[in-house]
């Protein structure tokens, strides 16, 4: 079965850390830049960060940057989203993504266009 699962969502308190895995299974994710999404309740999906295929080229939204990081390790097919300093703003259930950018191994997008697997999402709620 060809899917993305997302791990490592929890309730934390503002100013905590966490770190969310995006585990690949059924393909490589090779040549698939990675991106993460959240979405709060009543809110539009934000994309937050993503990574290119080689892990050369990152883009953080401007309401993580700073605080967000992701990376990649291809060998093990997992992206990893370590986050610092939550806020209570943070809380939202956030997504992994998939996008085949096959020949750009520099490109990724923190927008949904392209997305060929999607994850079935992680709660994360930031709250004392």
């Known amino acids: 079965q060809l899917q993305l699962v997302e791990s490592g969502g929890a309730l934390v308190q503002p100013g905590g850390s966490l770190t969310l895995s995006c585990a690949a299974s059924?393909?490589?994710?090779?040549?698939?830049?990675i991106a993460w999404f959240r979405q709060a309740p009543g809110k539009e999906r934000e994309g937050v960060s993503c990574i290119s295929s080689n892990g050369g080229g990152t883009d953080y939204a401007d309401s993580v940057k700073g605080r967000f990081t992701i990376s990649r390790d291809n060998a093990k097919n997992t992206v990893t989203l370590q986050i610092h300093s939550l806020k209570v703003e943070d809380t939202a259930i956030y997504y992994c993504a998939a996008s085949d950018r096959r020949g750009r191994p520099l490109y990724c997008s923190r927008y949904a266009w392209g997305i060929k697997y999607w994850g079935q999402g992680t709660q994360v709620t930031v709250s004392s």
């Open positions: 059924g393909f490589s994710i090779n040549n698939y830049a």
